[in-house]
């Protein structure tokens, strides 16, 4: 087969209705005339994830969390229905196409219900079905583990498919198509003067993912272990996107390349916990366990053999955190405080790991807008502060002016 595979994903408000379903069946179909063999993901249409976990929290008694396993099963629904109608729609085309759920697509994953982890994909039924010369619809965000069970790999998961498939299928490119027509030095909506980025390597794109960005940060890893150019663009917009690549010299001539910026963070702080070897692992590991990610950890100098252990989570995760920490017998501590409101800023940038001062300059441009930093953490090429969620839109413009992101 001389045809080269491109695998595309759509997602967001990209796929909101049928219409717009129509419209894509269209451009895959001419994806396909210009000689690629199109695999694509799709995510669930609008908010249809949303109203599951509505649906699934109102169905049990006396506020009982649903059973993870059948709420996989229900999630995975979501990707279906959109993986379906538009297969239905580009065969109305009168070309051949097949719509796969994760299961069929061979996607196998780890037993962790609602954030699994893929652990290889089956590719021989879907080289089968391209090399018949079939489009390929893969129902994103799912696959199924060793027991034979559904399984979905937590929100924006579908990114991580859409990677993982590219990589086992050896396609030239990855395309992404979203909402939005790019990455950017920062979020438009709040920075007008924010600009959209030719090109990003993995490492910056990973930092800026893991805070916010408009990627999967498991997606970006995946791209990054496997070399797959991951291409960014908006679904209906003829503009160009961004090309997320291995590339040393593509942005480094700007130190700081953007400011990522994520809103759904909670601070959580264990008060008064004895002070021994193990304590930060004991508290961390059943978290990670349960595939929970912590962020920014702060802890205190010992007074009187006690400390105090402060973390950021998503705001997603809090409750668990919560029911964990309280879960854990061999924990003694005064009290788990729980905080929400808050958002981390930070500026990334390859560049930065060989130019020292811009920990300086950042804490300066915060300090002159009166912003109050409730915790620091860095990196080689990242440097983040948590803040009250009020002083994001001031602190950003203030950085995006500062480190001149909107000059070329």
Known sequence: MNKKIVVQKYGGTSIGDVEK????????????????SPVVVVS??????????????????????????????????????SATLLAMSIKSLNVDVLSLSGQQAGILTDQIHGSARISDINTDRMMKEINDDKILIIAGFQGINNQGDITTLGRGGSDTTAVALAAALSADVCE??????????????????????????????????????????????????????????????????TLITKGDDMENNKTVTGIAIDKNVSKVTI???????????????PLSDQSISIDIIVQNIPMDGYIDFSFSVSDDDLGRVYDILMSQGNLEFEEVIQGKGFAKI?????????????????????GEENVEIEM??????????????????????SLHSKFELDKD
């Open 21 to 36: 379903l129509k419209l894509i069946a269209k451009k895959i179909v001419d994806k396909k005339t210009e000689g690629f």
């Open 44 to 81: 669930a249409m609008g908010k249809t994830t949303d109203e599951l976990v509505d649906m699934s929290e109102k169905v049990t008694f006396n506020k009982v969390k649903p059973d993870l396993r059948e709420k996989d099963t229900l999630l995975s629904t979501g990707e279906l229905v």
């Open 176 to 241: 992404i198509f979203t909402d939005v027509e790019g990455i950017y030095t920062t979020d438009p909506r709040i920075v007008k003067q924010a600009r959209k980025l030719e090109y990003i390597n993995y490492e910056d794109m990973l930092e800026m993912a893991v805070l916010g960005a408009k990627m999967h940060p498991r997606s970006i890893e995946l791209a990054s272990v496997y070399n797959v150019p991951v291409y960014v663009a908006g679904t209906f917009s003829k503009k160009k996107g």
């Open 271 to 285: 008060k008064k916990i004895k002070n021994k070897p193990g304590t930060a692992a004991s508290i961390l590991k």
């Open 346 to 366: 930070s500026l990334v940038g390859t560049g930065m790991q060989n130019a020292p001062g811009y920990a300086t300059d950042m804490f300066n441009a915060l």
């Open 376 to 397: 620091i953490t860095t990196s080689e090429i990242r440097i983040t502060c948590l803040v009250k969620e009020e002083d994001v839109e001031k602190s950003v413009k």
